[in-house]
């Protein structure tokens, strides 16, 4: 037990002593930040490439200049041919000529830009939204409609859960939406730990059989003990670095939300999507107050006490169950280190096929596929943590944990296997049919 | 005292070691010699309890280890390495504390080892900072530093120069003196000649030759006799006499059965030929196992 001690704070102190290790905790929080920070400006960047247009218009529908960040559009009488020349002459960028309907009963139309610079997506799809709108307002007035009945047409519809039997939670709207984005975050949470702390496991085991301690360390210590004090060791280090960023990223964001501000960059409020939705979109409401409300309402209403400790347990049980076979990849290849990435990738497959499943259990939580890869103990790890939150019956969830704790027996009795032959193999590749022999080895 | 009893060991069908026994006396250095592929290194990953064997037993003084990784065995592997990031002082103690010895114990058996070694310096330098040389003295400081009853060193002085390699050299002598059992493994056959006293040869999993050095030099010996002296060449009336193997100015080698040099030298004497020199030819030890393992490789 004091061996596997030394091995567990050897492991955890070299690491986390290591510039490696205190970098990428400063700079994942860092680049989490620039990522938001490029998806948002990119979002709501818009080109310095500003389009002087004039607009002919039959339909009578534009009465005064429409001024945007990508267009300027002027209303004209001049003719088309006039202004064609006056495009050659590069006065004006484009012409935008809106035909007259012959009758209000289309269901398409056609307007024409005459340009000879080819309009980009962003021009096309903002004309599109706009001519769109005119077409409305002019069949609105030519069939003589009700402008307010008209707007009465436009529904927002949403489906609110209420529960039949008294003493059940009420939920809002907005649950499920909450619940799978939920859902998702948390697997693929443990897929990333899976991964990351995985491989370290798989590069901190070949190390040592690469740079040949190991007959020394073997020498000393059962390779059980050397291979869990390993797994345990980098198990801490995630925590840790989990830790930190559990910390670090809020007090990240938090900051970021008051200063970029004043580099016109919102946080939070999505300025791509206020710009869409403003007078684009019709009835498309950017998120108000009451609906931020309804949202910390949701989350604080769900199950953390039930959620965070099934959380705590997939998230170390997927980290020990892989963990435990990266172990024995490590050992079982040397230095090839292509070798290592395609053994990598058959251990990982498992993993990638869950995050695929967990999106199909989103979309139904209580279907079968949802409940068998929520059990089978490959894919719990992943899938699990997401489903709970949709309050799957107990006997699923014990079921899970208990497969899964024995999957970890499993897979730690084989890979413990293959770790001990394989550590002390020099020179020898690790075909199937060979790992497969090792197994077998007394 | 070590005990090798009948040790057995198969890998997939094959016999790595087929029933070895040998014993270290206490305080002797013992060359465990033998072929790439012989076995040595299974044998020694038995005795330090790597692997277990299929069969037999190992006593060091009477108690049995098998399986044991007993800590008083001090083990350093031919393949050896470090690592890389960590500090020297660092690295040593983490060893010797896997080993079961305490903080305090550690930081003491270092610290006179380090000084020993001319190594007090390194505490707080890295490993890969280091020379390969300066690494093996580290490894060489991490193997003894638990004060081991066992001794197993393979292929000790790779990549030392004759300085450093003349240091562990007195260091291995003075463990010696103390008691400390020592098995040595290595291709070197004038290394093994210099410092064991006693050898096993193992070829193919089995042991085909055991016994003190002198031992199995006289065992092996050709009889031959080499006789330095002051003519050119020796008259034809004496080398009639004498079973001439090789002949060269001032120089001859002649087998003599039985061992009557007697007669030789009275030949000698009588034609009144000046002798500068006449000494036993002993094969070495690596004319030895050569020729043993070539041989053993025919009848096979």
């Given at each position: 037990m004091k061996k596997i001690l030394l091995i567990i704070w050897r492991e955890y102190i070299t690491r986390v002593r290591s510039k490696g290790f205190i970098l990428s905790t400063i700079a994942a929080p860092l680049v989490f930040l620039v990522l938001i920070v490029f998806a948002l400006w990119s979002a709501s960047y818009v080109g310095g490439d500003h389009w002087q247009l004039v607009v002919v218009d039959e339909l009578g529908v534009v009465d005064s200049t429409v001024k945007t960040e990508k267009f300027t559009m002027q209303p004209t009488t001049e003719p088309l041919d006039t202004l064609k020349r006056k495009v050659q002459r590069k006065l004006i960028d484009g012409v935008l000529y809106l035909p007259m309907l012959d009758t209000p009963n289309v269901r398409q139309y056609t307007a024409f830009l005459y340009a000879d610079k080819d309009p980009d997506l962003a021009l096309s799809i903002e004309l599109e939204m706009r001519i769109k709108n005119w077409i409305k307002e002019y069949k609105i007035q030519t069939l003589g409609l009700n402008r307010q009945v008209v707007s009465l047409l436009n529904t927002n519809v949403e489906i609110d859960p209420e529960p039949v039997t008294e003493g059940k939670k009420d939920k809002s709207s907005v649950a499920t939406t909450i619940a799978s984005l939920l859902s998702m975050a948390l697997g693929y949470i443990i897929f990333i730990v899976i991964f990351m702390y995985g491989s370290m496991i798989m590069m901190s085991v070949s190390e040592e059989k690469i740079n040949r301690i190991v007959e020394i360390l073997i020498s000393t210590v059962k390779p059980f003990q050397l291979m869990m004090g390993k797994i345990i060791g980098v198990g801490a280090v995630g925590l840790t670095q989990l830790l930190i960023w559990i910390v670090t990223i809020p007090i990240i964001l938090f900051g970021a939300m008051l200063v970029l501000p004043y580099f016109g960059i919102q946080l939070g409020s999505g300025e791509a999507a206020t710009f869409v939705s403003t007078e684009m979109y019709e009835g498309g409401p950017a998120m108000d107050n009451d609906t931020i409300q309804l949202i910390l309402q949701e989350l604080m209403g769900l199950n953390w006490w039930l959620i965070l400790p099934v959380f705590l347990f997939y998230f170390l049980a997927g980290y020990f169950l892989y963990g435990t076979l990266f172990a024995a990849l490590g050992s079982a290849v040397g230095q090839e280190h292509q070798e290592n990435n395609a053994f990598s990738f058959i251990i990982g497959l498992p993993v990638i096929l869950s995050l695929y499943l967990a999106m199909a259990v989103v979309r139904e939580p209580h279907g079968s596929l949802a409940v068998w890869s929520s059990i089978f103990p490959l894919s719990a790890p992943v899938i699990m943590p997401g489903r709970i939150i949709f309050e799957p019956p107990l006997w699923q969830v014990l079921l899970s944990m208990v497969l899964t704790a024995l999957g970890i027996v499993f897979f730690t009795w084989v890979s413990a296997r293959i770790y001990r032959v394989a550590i002390l193999m020099y020179g020898k590749k690790a075909s199937l049919k060979e790992l497969w022999r090792w197994l077998r080895t007394p | 005292m070590l005990e090798v009893n009948r040790i057995t060991k198969i890998f997939r069908g094959h016999k790595?070691?087929?029933?070895v026994s040998f014993t270290v006396p206490q305080g002797t250095i013992f060359g465990l010699l033998g072929p790439n592929g012989a076995g040595k290194t299974t044998l020694i990953r038995i005795i330090t309890g790597i692997f277990m064997p299929d069969a037999g037993d190992i006593r060091l003084h009477g108690r049995p280890i098998v399986?044991?990784?007993?800590?008083k065995i001090g083990y350093l592997p031919e393949e050896r390495g470090l690592y890389?990031?960590?500090?020297v002082g660092e690295h040593l103690m983490y060893l010797a504390r896997l080993k079961g010895l305490s903080r305090t114990e550690a930081r003491r058996n270092l610290r006179y080892w380090m000084k020993r070694l001319e190594a007090d310096g390194w505490w707080n330098r890295k490993v890969e900072e280091l020379s390969k040389g300066m690494q093996q003295k580290v490894q060489f400081i991490a193997t003894v530093v638990t004060e081991p009853e066992l001794l197993i060193l393979d292929e000790p002085f790779s990549g030392l120069d004759p300085v450093n390699t003349n240091r562990i050299k007195e260091e291995i002598m003075r463990l010696k003196e103390r008691g400390v059992t020592i098995v040595f493994s290595t291709h070197r056959m004038e290394q093994v000649e210099e410092i064991c006293e006693r050898i096993v040869l193992i070829h193919q999993g089995k042991k085909i030759l055991e016994g003190g050095v002198l031992e199995v030099k006289n065992r092996f010996k050709k009889h031959l006799y080499r006789i330095v002296h002051g003519e050119m060449f020796l008259p034809a009336e004496v080398t009639v006499r004498l079973n001439v193997v090789e002949e060269k100015p001032h120089e001859i080698i002649v087998r003599v059965e039985g061992d009557d040099v007697f007669s030789v030298l009275s030949t000698i004497v009588e034609h009144r030929i000046p002798i500068r020199r006449f000494e036993e030819i002993l094969p070495t030890l690596n004319e030895i196992f050569i020729e043993t393992v070539t041989q053993k490789a025919v009848t096979a």
């Open positions: - | 790595a070691l087929d029933a399986g044991m990784r007993y800590h890389r990031k960590m500090r």
